[in-house]
């Protein structure tokens, strides 16, 4: 089975019980003398194991060596999370005066023997638990599986050796049998099956047990109600709460600003800063420059075979013509802008 040596170091016991239920078995025939037995079980890794496994307990007169003065073979000791409690004699009586130091040495399954044997001082009665101060195994409190989302925590060997200290650090179900984190899960926010809705848009969030949502890409929250989610297409938002207008650079591109749509031929719907985001907007390489038309202001984008033309003021705006390579002034015939 190949089960670490921790075991010789995390045998705990009932110390008063195995001392007065030994004692009593002594002085009462009547009496089964046994004793009540407990320990922690990990593998080499310092996991703990779980199932049912074949034990042998043995006592003799000295530390290492010799022979045997009583032994039993448990076959099904049940192990839960490295814990099990048995009671040593329920096979074969303890028929020892214990008027002198003896000691208990375990086998698991096939294994050898541990080492060393744990001592049961005979002036007292006692069986001394010990451990290596510092030493750690791995706990569970809620069962043999470890459930999803759930985690172990830690046994520490307490600084005197005698025995280990609560299990810390493990995670247990909170919802439904299974760990959640309720100051993160957007399905779980603050208690147990409130799921957080993204809305319009958007991607639920949960943080420090309040529901909230992130917008998706190309998209962004701007009237501040919650219940619409990401309302708004675009790169941002304009004062008051309101979206981002979309417009057309009148080469199949789209920028979004502040500014209402522009209307052709009504020079005042039109700015030069409008023309410079169409032409930013455009998949068109080359340099934005501005300039004259006739009586119309124009934003230039000119490449290296071809040129785009957006007129922004006078009778011409809102119209663009993309040719090339010269830049030419669009008419009020040519494809519109907004």
């Not at 409190?141 to 005197?160: E, H, Y």
């Not at 230039?300 to 390579?325: E, I, M």
């Amino acid at each position: 089975m190949n089960v670490d040596r921790l075991l010789r170091r995390a045998v705990g016991s009932h110390l008063a019980a195995a001392v007065i239920a030994l004692a009593a078995a002594q002085a009462d025939a009547s009496l089964p003398p046994t004793m009540s037995y407990q320990g922690i079980l990990t593998n080499a890794s310092s996991t703990t194991v779980n199932g049912s496994i074949s034990m042998t307990f043995r006592i003799y007169n000295v530390a290492s060596g010799g022979s045997a003065l009583w032994q039993e073979t448990q076959p099904s000791v049940a192990v839960t999370n490295g814990q099990f409690s048995t009671t040593l004699g329920s096979v074969t009586p303890i028929a020892l005066i214990f008027d002198v130091p003896y000691y208990l040495g375990v086998t698991v399954g096939a294994d050898a023997e541990m080492t060393p044997r744990q001592a049961l001082a005979s002036s007292a009665y006692a069986f001394r638990a010990g451990c290596i101060a510092g030493d750690r195994v791995t706990c569970y409190s809620a069962g043999a599986t470890v459930a999803p989302g759930c985690s172990m925590g830690m046994r520490l060997c307490n600084g005197d050796g005698l025995g280990w200290g609560s299990c810390t650090g493990e995670v247990t179900p909170n919802c439904n049998g299974n760990c959640v984190n309720l100051a993160g899960d957007p399905s779980n926010c603050g208690t147990c099956g409130n799921a957080c809705s993204g809305g319009a848009n958007g991607a639920a969030t949960c943080t420090g047990g309040g529901c909230g949502f992130t917008c998706n890409s190309g998209f962004r929250h701007c009237n501040g109600q919650a219940g619409n989610g990401c309302e708004c297409a675009g790169t941002g938002c304009c004062s008051g709460g309101s979206c981002q207008a979309k417009h057309s650079n009148g080469l199949g591109q789209s920028y979004f600003d502040c500014f209402a749509l522009g209307t052709p031929g009504t020079a005042s719907t039109y700015t030069a800063t409008m023309a410079n985001e169409a032409a930013l907007a455009s998949t068109l390489l080359g340099s934005v420059s501005t300039n004259t038309c006739s009586t119309s202001s124009v934003t230039l984008k000119s490449g290296a075979t071809q040129c785009a033309v957006w007129a922004y003021s006078g009778p011409l705006a809102g119209r663009v013509l993309l040719g090339g390579p010269s830049c030419v002034c669009p008419s009020s015939t040519d494809a519109i802008w907004n």
